[in-house]
């Protein structure tokens, strides 16, 4: 089998699993992309078992730190593990962990489960597969046969029309059944209203699983508000202030799909909320300039970046949005605010909200910080699994 020899100093002696080019000394034999190589240091010692993709800057994916193949038995074991630890989940009593049902949840997340490259997500009795890896992508068949085995899904729908796909030199463009048949819309009750979620041709797949959670945690801040949901989705935030009894709710998307689903949500489940398919930034901009006033505003938009090189214009976008929804507020109102790219840090994150206050001419105080939900685990070594980052603030004076 292939080796790499990794350079010393290289992340992966700190407990990271990615080996960049720069950080291979060596390739003994020639491994074809989506081998399983063997990682050696230096001096020859054994470094564990890796995926292996010579067209992405990321030549390596540690998998395991034995001697292992990507066989059958390995992917019953990893995904029997991860689902475990997702059953677990429905029992914690952790704030990032309320609610948790494992029938709709993230079964597996890729490097945090040890299977780099493979997302699974769990909506009912379907499952939904991503494999984001050249590796995971040759072996679609065993990981079906594995997920057959270990959940007995009715269908399991393939979702691999993500664009960093191309990253790994793969077609973004794969979607269809991989096992089973049946419907791949999916009903979902979430009392009061039922979730309408579309596997093959929603967004990601299907749902953002990751902000549940918070979902309730906003919630919880809006009775009697006026609440203004920006970057909705299907309203996830919306619905569940609508629900909780908000005075008003507004929800901006610009996916006429995705607030198509959220309508007709509300509609089902009599909730009153006023959806405007529109770019945020424009709908924002010309709310503030008609004097709008809310108590409670969500801001979640997309991650604007997808590397380091296009950060300071993302900052520059965050801000602006900031500044809008801060000056919207009136006294006492909350801003949620989320950031989905683990380019921007939880200071960076503070930092934009303080200068846009400032600009705002707002004091406000951090009530809450919220995260990814925790079927999304961060794994303390891989700094890139902590991505969704979220800060409650709240107004207290205006100058
Ligand atoms: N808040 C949602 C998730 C939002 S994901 C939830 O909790 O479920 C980001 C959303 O931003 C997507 O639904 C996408 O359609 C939308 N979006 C992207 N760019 C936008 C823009 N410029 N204006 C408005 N919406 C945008």
């Given amino acids: 089998m292939a080796s790499l020899v990794v350079r010393s100093r290289a992340r992966l002696f700190h407990g990271h699993c990615w080996v960049y080019g720069t950080e291979v000394a060596h390739v003994h034999g020639e491994p ?33 730190f034995r001697r292992q193949d990507l066989d059958a038995d390995f992917f019953v074991r990893r995904i029997t593990r991860a689902w475990q630890y997702r059953q677990q989940l429905a029992d914690s009593a952790a704030p990032n962990a309320a609610g948790i049902d494992p029938r709709l949840c993230r079964v597996v997340w890729s490097e945090s489960d040890g299977l780099p490259g493979l997302i699974v997500d769990r909506y009912d009795d379907a499952l939904v597969v991503q494999t984001l890896t050249r590796a995971m992508d040759d072996r679609k068949p065993l990981i079906t046969a594995a997920l057959n085995e270990v959940l007995a899904p009715r269908v399991i729908v393939e979702r691999n029309d993500s664009p960093i796909r191309k990253a790994e030199g793969m077609d973004p463009a794969v979607t269809g059944i991989l096992s089973g048949e049946g419907a791949t819309v999916i009903e979902w009750p979430a009392p009061p209203v039922t979730l309408r979620i579309d596997l093959l041709d929603g967004q990601k797949t299907g749902l953002y699983l990751d902000q549940l959670t918070n979902h309730r945690a906003v919630a919880a801040l809006a009775p009697g508000a006026r609440v203004l949901d920006a970057f909705c989705h299907q309203g996830g935030f919306a619905l569940a202030c609508a629900a909780a009894g908000a005075a008003s709710v507004d929800a901006i998307d610009s996916s006429q799909p995705a607030v198509d689903a959220g309508s007709a949500a509300a ?102 910080t919220l995260g990814q939900r925790a079927d999304h685990p961060i794994d303390l070594a891989i700094p890139e699994t902590e991505y969704l980052r979220g800060l409650v603030l709240e107004v207290t004076a205006s100058w």
């Fill in 267 to 368: 509609g089902d489940a009599g909730l009153d909320i006023r959806w405007h398919v529109r770019n945020a930034f424009d709908a924002l901009k010309e709310f503030e300039k008609r004097g709008d006033q809310f108590d409670l505003i969500v801001l979640d938009p997309p991650s604007f970046t997808k590397g380091k090189g296009s950060l300071q214009s993302a900052l520059r976008g965050y801000k602006e949005l900031h500044l809008r929804a801060l000056k919207m507020l009136a006294a006492g109102g909350r801003l949620a605010t989320f950031s989905c790219s683990h380019h921007v840090g939880w200071q960076e994150l503070r930092d934009i909200a303080a200068a846009a206050a400032v600009d705002a001419r707002r004091s406000v105080r951090l009530r809450q």
């Fill in 32 to 64: 074809a992309p989506g081998d399983v190589v063997r990682l050696i240091d230096q001096r020859n010692r054994p470094l564990g078992s890796a995926i292996f993709n010579p067209q992405s800057q990321i030549v390596a994916r540690r998998f395991s």
